[in-house]
């Protein structure tokens, strides 16, 4: 009985180690990607030069929130979602914690063909938010409690904005004054970069509340009558809702219908974008909460 015991027991330590050892490689040959599972918390190990992961802009140490609609927690997970990628052809979304941010990344469908685009992609910040603006002049006081306070502000939980306008003025503003307070060294580079993850969230709410106006101007409806939270909204492939859903992989469920192109004309895909606009928030909330919460706020 003792010999049983040291068997099962040996057994039992023995599928511990494979699991905790030894990198996640699964279609490594077509991604470029190998991961390593660190007690239950995926992390990129090697990102091979000129793969799709490489162009992308994945890096080593990368930790892996999400792939496409998977929260990763093993190996077998990321090679599950990988084979289904590969059956259907289809993008590999990742988020990505990097830092103090989420960063959005994307390995396009053509990582399944022999075929590789010549031309990297944009990264990925730059599709939804702005470019980065200028930095405000030196005469104008910008510190970081009034940024934080001001990105606390912005979309709260329990009264969120009615003013598109005013919400994206704000937007742009923060925008400036966290560029601002990079350029002046007022908050080291990962903070920055935390500012940056929080506001390109924001940005992404704000592509998802015009398409709201948009589809409040299309059927006419009164301003006093709001749109039900699960209304759709049309969308087509590289428009600012296309790249929004792309960009951020927790949105997949927001999608009705995506975009088909025939012959002669394409037609329209289907998303929720109050849904969607409200994910966003609380996403950028807890972004928000978590750059606080490192910076002893």
């Known amino acids: 009985m003792a010999g049983a015991r040291g068997v099962i027991l040996g057994l039992g330590l023995l599928a511990a180690s494979a699991a905790a050892a030894g990198p996640c490689e699964e279609e490594r040959a077509a991604t470029g990607l190998a991961l390593g599972n660190h007690a239950g ?6 990102v091979d030069a000129g793969s799709p992961a490489a162009r992308a802009g994945v890096q080593p140490g990368d930790v892996v ?18 084979r289904e990628a590969r059956r259907d052809h289809a993008a590999v979304l990742l988020l990505v914690r990097r830092g103090g ?3 959005p990344l994307a390995l ?36 970081l409690p009034e940024v934080l306070a001001r990105l606390d502000a912005l979309a709260p939980a329990e009264h969120p904005p009615e003013s598109l306008d005013a919400y ?25 970069e ?11 709410a704000e592509v998802a509340w015009r398409a709201i106006e948009a589809e409040r101007d299309a059927t006419r409806r009164p301003r006093h009558i709001p749109l039900p939270d699960g209304a759709t909204a049309p969308y087509f492939a590289d428009s600012p809702a296309a790249t929004a859903l792309e960009e951020f992989p927790f949105l997949k469920g927001t999608i009705v219908r995506e975009p ?38």
């Open 101 to 103: 941010a989420e960063v």
């Open 65 to 82: 929130a999400q792939v496409n609609a998977t929260l990763p927690r093993a190996c077998a997970d990321w090679a599950r979602t990988l």
């Open 194 to 204: 935390g500012l940056r993850g929080v506001l390109h969230l924001f940005d992404g």
């Open 108 to 143: 396009a469908a053509a990582t399944w063909g022999t075929a590789v685009a010549a031309v990297p992609p944009s990264p990925p910040a730059a599709a939804v938010s702005p470019p980065p603006p200028p930095p405000l002049p030196p005469e104008v006081p910008v510190a």
């Open 168 to 192: 994206a003025a704000a937007l742009r503003r923060l925008h400036r004054e966290v560029e601002t307070l990079a350029a002046r060294k007022a908050v080291s580079d990962d903070a920055a």
């Open 41 to 46: 918390t995926l992390a990129v190990e090697a």
């Open 260 to 297: 088909s192109a025939g012959r002669l004309v394409e037609s329209s895909g289907l998303w929720r974008p109050i849904e969607a606009r409200a994910i966003l928030w609380a996403h950028g909330r807890e972004a928000l909460a978590r750059l606080e919460g490192k910076l002893g706020r």
